[in-house]
């Protein structure tokens, strides 16, 4: 308790020897700080050593962090297809048919199964299956800790595509990877796509 009081006069000593000329030049310095912050205040060459941090430092940062497209959250636990041949492991995200389409995700692949023994998987050439025209008749994937090889590949023009065909069933556990070809059209479509079918082994 003692102690508590000599604070207390001692913060009340200090106080009383502040005098007017003490406050004044207090608030003066206070607001000279709060002048500086100010942008319009600046000479040119602040303004240009501000502006050279920022497009060197500051915007590099946020386009690579607050611009790359978000890969959900429970990722984790989607089923994985990897791919030796490219260097390939991706999570696979269950997809649904939104309007006779499908809404591929932009970071990883997707899937899309409507009869028995048929598994579409679907990235953008872009990004998850941008080496995906690397791959060659006889190498081997593995999607959900199960192994398939490459037994086909095409390259077809996007309207003379039967998607009705694409996911029919199939006798055997088949996969069907598909990505965008040819050139690039906007909205991230293009004029073909690369249709690659797996069996299982």
């Known amino acids: 308790m003692r102690f508590f009081w000599r604070c207390i006069q001692f913060f009340g000593s200090v106080w009383q020897r502040f005098t007017k000329a003490d406050f004044s ?22 303004v ?7 497009i060197s430092l500051v915007l590099p940062l946020y386009l690579y962090f607050g611009l790359q497209p978000n890969i ?19 999570p696979v995200e269950e997809l649904e048919l939104e309007d006779r389409q499908l809404n591929v995700p932009d970071m990883i692949a997707g ?11 679907v990235g953008h050439s872009s990004t998850v299956f941008e080496d995906l025209d690397q791959l060659e008749i006889g190498q081997e994937l593995t999607y959900n800790d199960r192994n398939y090889e490459i037994t086909y590949l095409e390259v ?8 009705r065909k694409v996911l029919a ?10 990505t965008c070809a040819g050139e690039s059209l906007p909205n ?3 004029t073909h796509r690369l249709i690659i079918t797996a069996r299982a082994k």
């Open 169 to 178: 069933g199939a006798t055997e556990d088949t996969l069907i990877l598909m």
């Open 25 to 46: 030049r207090l608030k003066l310095y206070l607001r000279r700080s709060v002048c500086r912050l100010n942008p319009f205040s600046w000479g040119e060459r602040t």
């Open 111 to 121: 899937s899309y199964s409507s009869e028995p023994n048929k598994t579409l998987i």
């Open 48 to 54: 240009k050593v501000v502006l050279a941090l920022f």
């Open 156 to 163: 077809l023009e996007k309207e003379k595509i039967s998607m």
């Open 188 to 190: 991230q479509d293009a």
């Open 72 to 90: 959900p959250a429970d990722a984790a636990s989607y089923p994985r297809l990897v791919i030796p041949g490219i260097q390939l492991d991706t």
